[in-house]
């Protein structure tokens, strides 16, 4: 209706981008006659969208499932009821994933759950095709690592200050391999195998790893590296028996010496010595054991070995002239859980750290000064294996565990704990 006047005015509102044109008219009167305006036209935009992706971790086995979650917005605005469509990169080439869509809610948030089969570093986003009022959008890259789940507890060694070598058995019975170069870690890398048990690795110079592993007869395998990991000489059988679910310990005190300790399939503590040309026959250091053992060098000619026995507790022998002669058993006393055993490092000769699995599932430690034993000290965690252990330097200490996870978590003493980090899994 117009006003005194003759002014009128009309409000509308279109839901789809488009131009649209208006006129208005007027029908007459007795007074007037009818009449039509002139046309007038107006564009309707769609309204641009941004689209958002995250990922529920970084690091997920084989077969588990892990989820991509974001919003959808237009400008600060909500957009519900959209299809948002998940894309993986193959070969450079971006492809939906047939089946992983998901439908926005009320807030703009859409979750898409999904898996891979096999190892390998996945690169995913989300797409949003658009509609009649809003623009297509495009997420973020986000990506995940899978590896093969752990089959048993890690082991670790350090060849110098500034590297680390991580060693796991992988479901798929195959030891496998990392490298830190002192700033990342490199892909994993299949050695191959039949393994079945935790591992145990040593290196007696820059370039020189050894790592043992309990091989399906029951019997005690090796393989070697003089070159930094870049060859491996392949596997070959030292002998003897060790008990089912066990793995061995080792450690080097010299380029021309090496020590494996395992527990037989009679409980004792059995150990051999490499001179650098053959293995020795195999020695009874007794004990009745309940886990496998730890082993670490102090200094030249001593030997640190650790055991979990039938009451639980952590025991200990030691021989300071290259195994000719050892000192009897003495328990450390703690209570570790059932089926773990202990880890142990040292960065001098005044200094020994043995880590071990609570009852409680965290890690513990317990550290000779040169003169007595702490008491046991809480690290906290949540482990699903036995520790290991290293000191790559004086003063520090990488500490490796399989998580909750199935993954593998790291703690570092450089004159304090650092909190857990992931390092991912293999």
Known sequence: MTDANGNYQFSNSESAANTYYYRTVYDGSATYTNAT?????????????????????????????????????????????ATIQLQENVSGTWTNVTGNTNITNSNGAYNITTNEPATSTYQYRTTYAGSDSYTGATSNVV?????????????????????LDLFVNGTDGALWYKYWTGTTWTAPTSLGGNVTSSPAATSRAPGDIDVFARGPNGALWSDNTTNNGTTWNGWYQIG????????????????????????????????????????????????????????????????????????GAIWQRTTTNGGTSWSGWTSLGGQIASGTGPA????????????????????????????????????????????AATAPASGTIDVFVRGSDNGLWEKTYNGAWSGWTSAGGI
């Open 240 to 311: 003897g028996q060790l008990a089912p679910g066990t793995g061995p310990a080792a450690v080097a005190l010299g380029t021309n010496s090496l020590d494996a300790f395992v527990q037989g399939t009679d409980n004792v503590l059995w150990y051999t010595q490499w001179n650098g040309t053959t293995w020795s026959p195999w020695h009874s250091l007794g004990g009745v054991l309940t886990s496998s053992p730890a082993a670490t060098a102090p200094a030249s000619g001593t030997i640190d070995v650790f055991v979990r026995g039938t009451d």
């Open 37 to 81: 305006s002139n046309t007038v036209s107006v564009t309707i935009s769609r309204l641009s969208t941004t689209l958002n992706a995250t990922i529920s971790t970084a690091a997920a086995y084989a077969t588990q499932n892990f989820t991509i979650n974001g919003t959808l917005r237009a400008d600060t605005a909500d957009i519900a009821g």
């Open 344 to 387: 142990a490092s040292s960065w001098s000769s005044g200094r020994l750290d043995v880590f071990v699995e609570g009852t409680n599932g965290a890690m513990y430690q317990k550290t000779w000064n040169g003169a007595s034993w702490s008491g046991w000290q809480s690290l906290g965690g949540v482990l699903t294996s036995s520790p």
């Open 143 to 163: 990506s995940v690592n899978v590896y093969v789940p752990l089959a048993s507890g890690p082991a670790v060694t350090a060849q110098n200050a500034n590297s």
